[in-house]
């Protein structure tokens, strides 16, 4: 089956009150897992690739790996752009076969994240590829991000920058952050502001970014055999659950697969010390992930036997 663009996707997600994962992909056993997961649940996928990802595997084997899924796959799946910086990533990943990207003009200001959504958005729909922009800021591993705060998305602002860049889903700030340590003090997400935003952009796709539950069996794992992860925290999953029926169709998830992989290599490592083959710890590594994201698909993204 070849690559899907995410329009359809998203148009079922938010009639039918459930979301799309968004996972990020960086090597062979993490696509692997992931697409193992999703077949079993017939579950619709978004695999995304950040910067970081290009860097690491490079572009074109991060291609050619979700190629010889795609060739073995009966599931829609749409290969995604994570955070592009730039309109040349975007260009570049477009150009690439990619069939959505994310122009995150979030750290520039109002106007001019405006002006290269749109330049993207205009590059991107005359090739049939879909346009992720994010509005406001996610606060830092490091904020209280439980209090109201000017970084959230404002309302408002987000029906103008929809409506004047023309973007195809948008990633918003109410309360999630990147990494594994999101709160401080209990997890809360501005539910009156999510349901405030899709009010005012009825049927408009909306993206949580920072979504990782962080489940606490993979830090005490971790921690037991070595590791230093210390009192990592994410978001409970009925708030995610919640968050789907409320107009977000794509919900993010990277920090839950690195902490998948690593709790279960640093348990294998510890209880097979004369092990060197790393087939033998990335064989484990591989289930953690598919069994990780199954459980999202089917507990808290509510996207099984959707396709
Ligand atoms: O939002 C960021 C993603 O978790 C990607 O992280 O840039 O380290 O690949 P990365
Ligand atoms: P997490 O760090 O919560 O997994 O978020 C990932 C993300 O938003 C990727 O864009
Ligand atoms: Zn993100």
Redesign the pocket.
Known sequence: MPLTGTREMFARAYKEGYAVGAF?V?NMEIIQGIIQAATEEQAPLILQV????RKYAGQAYIRKLIEAALSESDLPIALHL??GQDFDICKDCIDGGFTSVMIDGSHLSYEENIAVTKRVVAYAHDRGVVVEAELGRLAGVEDDVSSEHSIYTDPEQAVDFVQRTGCDSLAIAIGTS?GAYKFAGEAKLDFARLEKITNMLPDFPIVL?GASSVPQEFVQMANQYGGDIGSASGVPEDLLRKAATYGVCKINI??DIRLAMTAVIRKYMAENPSHFDPRQYLTPARDAVKKMVQHKIRNVLGCSNKI
């Open positions: 990020n960086n950040s910067a970081g990802a994570d955070h990147h970014h990277d920090t």
